[in-house]
């Protein structure tokens, strides 16, 4: 779990997975958003995405 919180607010690669998918990691204030947050967004939408989109995540170290 550390690794997933690390990377989802480092890497730009998980940025943009996440960005493509409608999610920000950021705030309207340009600070980055709580992880819990950003992880409940994604498991909100987790059963709307496609198994690319899907795959893509993982591969971007977003979700495990």
Do not use: C, F
């Not at 690794?3 to 607010?9: A, K, P």
């Not at 493509?20 to 709307?48: A, C, F, H, Q, Y």
Request: avoid cysteine.
């Amino acid at each position: 779990m550390k690794s997933i919180y690390s990377r989802i607010t480092t890497m730009s690669a998980a940025e943009g997975a996440l960005n493509s998918v409608g999610i920000s990691i950021k705030n309207m204030e340009g600070d980055v958003r709580p992880v819990n947050d950003i992880l409940g967004d994604l498991s909100g939408k987790w059963n709307t995405l496609s198994d690319s989109q899907k795959q893509n995540m993982g591969v971007s170290k977003v979700a495990v």
